[in-house]
Nanobody, 115 residues
C-alpha cells in the first residue's frame, strides 16, 4: 500500500509558475512510473507528465516546454514544475504511482490560472 499526498496548487495569473509536490508514504524505488494527471470540469482525466524509475520522462503535447517532472528518491517525492501557465491549465491535478499491477492516486490539488 502507498498513500500519496499532493501540495502546491493554488491560484495564479496567466504566465505565472507553480510547483506541485507529491510525497509518497513508502520508498519509491519499487515504483515503476510516477506521474501527474489532471481533470478539468466536464473533461476526462488526462496524463500531464510521467517519469519512470530510470528517469525517462513523457509529457502531454500541451505542456511540453512549459512543465518539468522530476523525482527525488531519497525524499520519496515527485515534483511538477509548471511555468508559463495558461488558463487552459486550470484543473484538479492528481499524483499517480504505478508499482507492478497496483495503481495509487492522491486526493488531488486544485490549480486555477486566471487570465
Amino acid at each position: 500500500q502507498a498513500q500519496l499526498v499532493e501540495s502546491g496548487g493554488g491560484l495564479v495569473q496567466a504566465g505565472g509558475t507553480l510547483r506541485l509536490t507529491c510525497t509518497i508514504s513508502r520508498s519509491i524505488f519499487s515504483i515503476n512510473v510516477m506521474g501527474w494527471y489532471r481533470q478539468a470540469p466536464g473533461k476526462q482525466r488526462e496524463l500531464v507528465a510521467a517519469i519512470t524509475s530510470g528517469s525517462i520522462t513523457n509529457y502531454a503535447d500541451s505542456v511540453k516546454g512549459r512543465f518539468t517532472i522530476s523525482r527525488d528518491n531519497a525524499k520519496n517525492t515527485v515534483y511538477l514544475q509548471m511555468n508559463s501557465l495558461k488558463p487552459e491549465d486550470t484543473a484538479v491535478y492528481y499524483c499517480h504511482a504505478k508499482s507492478g499491477i497496483m495503481n495509487y492516486w492522491g486526493q488531488g490539488t486544485q490549480v486555477t490560472v486566471s487570465s
